[in-house]
């Protein structure tokens, strides 16, 4: 591939996780600020998982951009990117214990129940339109580079669509039939794809 067109595709990936961190800083505050307002406990687990998505983007977006200014240190950023995972491995299975001990308390009648919310319905929204258009173009990208980083990335984007689906299913059945045991159930439905992540972060995924 002639270097023109790979720093284009670098460039490209830098732009991607520039949006994706972006988003996911939104994504995050609203989350939290909604999940605690409506004693949501799935939406409060959807916005810490944005803001370990946050860190996760940022390392890669650092790494594009040292490619991209042609530094040579790349065993270096290697081992960075290493301990930035495990770092957000630990902190992703650190979220799937308090959901077990949160949503059990919620089913068992302890705590206060969720209440509905419209924001976190619109921000969960968002994020089913918004991570699988950015997913996607990270793996076309990631394809073209050979990245294996880009696109364990990409795939986390995905795997945020399906836990904002979750989500959002939790949020709107609460809303519409008043079943506020449908929140703690919908935590519960997102502990498997936290774990997963958590795992994968924490034994160093995504190496190039």
Do not use: H
């Not at 989350?31 to 803001?51: Q, Y």
């Not at 979750?166 to 703690?184: V, Y």
């Amino acid at each position: 591939m002639a270097a023109v067109g790979r720093e284009q595709l670098v460039r490209r990936g830098i732009w991607l996780e520039v949006a994706t961190v972006g988003w996911n800083v939104i994504e995050g505050v609203i989350g939290v600020a909604a999940g605690a307002l409506a004693s949501s406990v799935a939406l409060m687990a959807f916005g810490v998982d944005s803001f370990v998505e946050t860190a996760s983007g940022a390392v890669l977006w650092w790494r594009l951009r040292v490619e991209l200014t042609g530094a040579d240190d790349l065993e270096g950023l290697g081992r960075m990117e290493r301990r930035a995972a495990r770092g957000a491995g630990a902190m992703l299975l650190m979220l799937a214990v308090y959901i077990v001990i949160d949503a059990g308390r919620r089913l068992l009648g302890v705590g206060a129940e969720a209440q509905v919310s419209r924001l976190g319905m619109a921000v969960t929204t968002g994020a089913l339109v918004v991570m699988p258009v950015l997913g996607c173009a990270k793996l076309r990208t990631a394809g073209a580079l050979g990245s294996r980083a880009l696109r364990a990335d990409a795939y986390e984007t995905l795997a945020c669509a399906w836990l904002s689906a979750t989500t959002l299913g939790g949020l709107i059945l609460n809303a519409a039939l008043g079943w506020s045991w449908a929140d703690p159930v919908a935590a519960f439905a997102i502990v498997p794809l936290v774990v997963r992540e958590g795992l994968e972060g924490w034994r160093g995924k995504g190496e190039e």
